[in-house]
């Protein structure tokens, strides 16, 4: 027999999805089974009883909210990261039903920043390495203390106390400190520099309040802000991704300065990545009306909140009087 406890729990869960409407009162006129679907009368969600009462049944598992462990996070962290490359099946195998974990949503955004400070210090270290490297050919002489320089660059990189002393055969040099040299590695003269990133997050962040704009779409579906910041959360990674992006070829655009022909490959693949960025975001939205929030006319909904948060992310730029290369 099944226990009180455990109807209780399904019963609390019989609400629609997309809107939180009661949907209690459907199940006390049943009477000798259950339906298996159903439209809510408040919004017009067509949805299944079976995932509405057993929410578990088709929970991601792939997905970083629903990880138990650190281990199993860890490996969550990076299926999760491949599947957002994948957004038609990452919003088709997540559902409104599946209740958001906003202090796993903590995890994935601190599990973002660490792989981002490991990889700016890796590339901050193969920076100071190619730096010595050239400085040793130019003096025709010996680093005797390379390793010492490059740990100490990348264990206090933005710190003044960090400054490298490089000693040579003939004699000792200072070379710049870590926060020149690190600021000279995220805007080392590629296309797009270190200034489009706050662009780039603002634009995030003003894309979920895009909906306020379209208060006739909110109206007829009732979709509740829980699902749009949802969302919008997990947006942040493309912002993430790009910042990587330009790492990795202010890294490469430094080492190549020495090459005469280098086509400006690292020049083009970050200038790519800025503009794509807001293509794949858009794509990301209009993906996740359609597939998450169910919505009609989903395509139109996503470019329409995406070029309203670019408009407006663009007035406050101008307004602020900040002169980004890139708009």
């Known amino acids: 027999m099944v226990k009180q406890t455990n109807i209780d729990a399904l019963v609390k869960n019989a609400r629609c999805p997309r809107c939180g409407y009661d949907l209690r009162g459907i199940m006390e006129t049943w009477e000798q089974a259950c339906d298996i679907s159903g439209t809510c009368s408040e919004c ?10 057993n929410p578990a049944r088709n929970m991601p598992k792939w997905c970083v909210e629903y ?3 650190p281990l199993a996070t860890m490996r969550a962290f990076f ?11 990452f919003w088709s195998e997540l559902g409104m039903h599946h209740q958001p974990r906003w202090r796993r949503h903590a995890v994935l955004a601190g599990l973002l920043l ?12 193969l920076y100071t390495w190619g730096s010595l490297v050239d400085m040793q050919a130019k003096v025709s002489g010996t680093i005797a203390n390379m390793s010492e320089v490059i740990f100490k660059t990348m264990l206090l990189p933005f710190s003044q106390d960090s400054l490298g002393i490089v000693n040579f055969n003939q004699g000792s040099y200072v070379i710049s400190p870590p926060l020149q040299v690190s600021l000279r590695m995220l805007a080392n003269g590629y296309g797009v520099g270190v200034e489009v990133i706050p662009i780039l997050l603002l634009y995030t962040v003003l894309c979920p309040v895009g909906f306020l704009a379209l208060p006739q779409s909110r ?10 910041l949802r969302i919008g959360v997990y947006s942040f990674f493309f912002v993430w991704l790009f910042v990587v992006i330009s790492l990795i070829c202010s890294l490469a655009d430094s080492w190549w300065r020495f090459v005469p022909i280098t086509f400006g490959l690292p020049q083009i693949t970050v200038t790519t990545a800025y503009l794509s960025l807001y293509i794949v975001i858009l794509i990301w939205w209009s993906l996740a009306t359609s597939r998450y929030l169910k919505m009609k006319h989903a395509w139109g909904v ?4 995406c070029v309203m948060s670019w408009i407006v992310t663009m007035l406050i730029y101008l307004y602020t009087e900040i002169d980004p290369k890139l708009w």
Do not use: C, N, Q
């Open 114 to 125: 660490i792989t981002l400070v490991v990889i700016f210090e890796l590339m901050l270290g």
């Open 67 to 69: 990880s138990a462990g």
């Open 79 to 89: 299926s999760t990261a491949l599947m957002m490359l994948r957004p038609w099946r």
């Open 44 to 53: 017009g969600l067509e949805y299944e009883w079976g995932d509405l009462l």
């Open 219 to 228: 109206r007829i579906t009732k979709v509740r802000w829980v699902h749009v």
């Open 302 to 305: 996503g470019v329409a909140v």
